[in-house]
């Protein structure tokens, strides 16, 4: 067993604790494998050990990896873009992608909808929550969300299937419940409304413990899969 192989066992083991602890089955929770920055090399082997998520920042890094794929004839994988999405870029995201997590505004979630090729199903799309309103970060406040909910749901090109958020570092383990919490609780409201919303990506290495205890069903690991990751071309 390869290094990869070894670490997604790892992480594999930790989601399944984690959720037995709450209750929940291992099942209902996706790993999200953050490859950016990660050569096409280390993502194949990901794949040979049973990987088949993958989240990407950088909208032509991943465009790069999907094409490569493609080429080897390698089928069933599914790729995540999980930065800000600029609109000079939402072409690229929306001809490659098969899901968007940092929709947070109509503006965008236009775009998408309509640069979506017909050919392909519905992007599916994940509304962007700035859960602890830190000024760096995008994302809606939660006040917000209904309004740009009902925007969404609205635009053929795209699908509504949760949301997203990237808390603030905090090492306390109910400070992160209580913060996933509010994100989970949100979650279940658009879910009550909205039939197809099913997803809500939260957590990370750090906080995914708390996020799965709260309600999380897609948590987002990059470095204790791949290892540290190499920003110099970026």
Known sequence: MNDIAHNLAQVRDK???????????PEEVTLL??????????????????QRAFGENYVQEGVDKIRYFQEQGIEGIQWHFIGPLQSNKSRLVAEHFDWCHTVDRLRIASR????????????NVLIQINIS?????????????????QQV?????????GLMAIPAPEADYDRQFAVARQMA????????R????????????????????????????????????NYIKN
């Open 194 to 229: 909205y039939p197809g919303v099913d997803t809500l990506s939260l957590g990370m290495t750090d906080d995914m413990a708390a996020a799965i205890a709260a309600g999380s069903t897609m948590v987002r690991i990059g470095t204790a899969i791949f290892g540290a990751r």
């Open 15 to 25: 989601i399944s604790a984690a959720a037995t602890r709450c209750g929940r089955a």
């Open 153 to 161: 749901v609205e635009l053929p090109g795209i699908c509504l299937r």
């Open 133 to 149: 309103d830190e000024q760096s970060k995008s994302g809606i406040a939660l006040s917000e969300l209904d309004t740009l909910a």
């Open 185 to 192: 609780v949100a979650f279940e409201a658009l879910k009550a």
């Open 112 to 123: 998408l909808s309509e640069q979506r090729p017909a050919t392909l199903p519905a992007l």
């Open 33 to 50: 494998a953050v490859s950016k920055t990660k050569p096409a090399s280390d993502v194949a082997e990901a794949i040979a050990a049973g």
